[in-house]
């Protein structure tokens, strides 16, 4: 039996259902994006508007974030077992995160100030060009506006909506589409968490390195580096040491989107990219492919779902089933097209690409189109499913709003 609208106190009502749902949602997508530090000159609107753009990737593609959020976590441990070999063992997780997004600029005789990476900070120790910058950990936090109460709360309204499904499942009550997308939502963000647990969060104000003395000049650094260092640099000067660290780069077209002047006044968000699979460590891949899996997975758990219409139960099916083969697909794809002769760059959502061939004609370009291809199927699929789970609270089972009797569940509660 479906029921529509339902009110409260007697049940938990569809808004109790709606709240819940969307304010662990919320609150887990708002803090766990760890954003770059903006430019000096960026607007509060500028910034507001970076962020809703990568809280919407994080709700359309959150392996995504996962994977971006890995990737800048291996670039900063890697960070610290360098500068540790140099013999800064106060090098810290904190110090490599703060550096890669963005909170060192340095300054020089000949070039306007300009942030550096970890990497970049790393060789600049290492030829003593600079001093290993002097701030603390401590320092670092004070920087950063990491709401740790968010951070938590976000955590403890996660944990309930688990117990919650939980103990309805333990009672034979069933549980609303919706919740069901809320639980995959919080698998999907808790390795993110992880990842950025030492990155600090919203810092605004950066720390200013010099280089000494005795190489004032970036032409210095620069001639000292010898012909890595002697193409003109699309970023910063230092890119012959970023440039070759970046796997993935923006397509052409998108190399300049809110990115307005040379050298960067902010390091993107993409800066870091992340590598490819067969370069991770075992337990690394685990920690982003599993709760990647888990997260389709959870969608499939719906399949037996009552829905208002017969269509409705297909759509979700066929969305689930889209989103948990979709990067299977892509890679047998990829195998098979290049056993046949095909060829080109690899495609990462669209934005982001891997460059092999360079030449004109679809022989050279297929690799790229089945990506793109495979990219807008998981992306419908995900809007499909976000559909579903708004257009099923129309009519939902009346056992939905039947309330836990948590007794039950825990015998002395």
């Known amino acids: 039996m479906l029921a529509g609208w339902t009110n409260e106190p007697n049940e938990r009502g569809t808004i109790n259902l709606l709240w819940s749902c969307f304010l662990v949602i919320f609150t887990s997508v708002w803090t766990v994006i760890h954003l770059n530090l903006p430019a000096k000159d960026d607007g509060r609107a500028r910034v507001l508007a970076r962020k809703l753009r990568w809280v919407a990737m994080a709700i359309l593609a959150p392996d995504l974030v996962t994977l971006n959020s890995a990737a800048q976590w291996r670039r900063a441990t890697d960070s610290v077992l360098e500068m540790q070999k140099l013999g800064h063992n106060s090098w810290t997780l904190e110090h490599a995160f703060f550096a890669d997004s963005g909170g060192f600029w340095l300054e020089s005789s000949d070039y306007p100030a300009f942030p550096v990476t970890a990497a970049s900070v790393y060789y600049l120790v290492k030829e003593n060009y600079i001093p290993c910058p002097s701030i603390t950990k401590e320092q670092i936090w004070d920087k950063s506006k990491a709401d740790r109460f968010a951070k938590g709360f976000a955590l403890l309204q996660s944990f309930w909506m688990v117990m919650q499904s939980i103990a309805r499942t333990t009672e ?23 990842f950025w647990f030492h990155k600090p969060q919203n810092v605004a104000v950066a720390t200013t390195l010099r280089l000494n003395s005795s190489a004032s000049s970036i032409a210095t650094v620069l001639r000292e580096a010898g012909p890595q260092a002697a193409h003109p640099f699309a970023d910063t000067p230092l890119d012959f040491i970023e440039k070759p660290l970046q796997v993935w780069k923006r397509r052409p077209m998108l190399q300049r989107f809110d990115l307005k002047q040379r050298p960067l006044q902010r390091l993107p968000n993409d800066t870091i990219t992340p590598t490819i699979i067969s370069d991770m460590r075992w337990w690394e891949v685990t920690l982003v492919v599993g709760p990647s899996i888990i997260h389709s997975a959870i969608h499939i758990l719906g399949w037996n779902f009552v829905f208002p219409t017969r269509i409705e139960q297909y759509l979700w099916r066929a969305a689930a089933l889209t989103l948990a083969s979709g990067m299977p697909t892509f890679l047998v794809g990829e195998k098979v097209l290049r056993a046949m002769g095909f060829q080109g760059q690899k495609s990462l959502v669209w934005i982001w690409v891997m460059p092999e061939l360079k030449q004109k004609g679809l022989k050279y370009q297929i690799i790229d189109v089945w990506g793109v291809v495979i990219t807008c199927c998981m992306v419908m699929a995900r809007l499909c499913l976000i559909g579903e789970t708004l257009a099923s609270l129309r009519a939902l089972p009346k056992d939905v709003y039947r309330t836990i009797h948590w007794t039950g569940v825990f015998p002395h509660v």
């Open 172 to 194: 034979g009550l069933p549980i609303s589409p919706l919740e069901l997308f809320t639980l995959a939502f919080v698998v999907s963000t808790l390795m993110s968490y992880f």
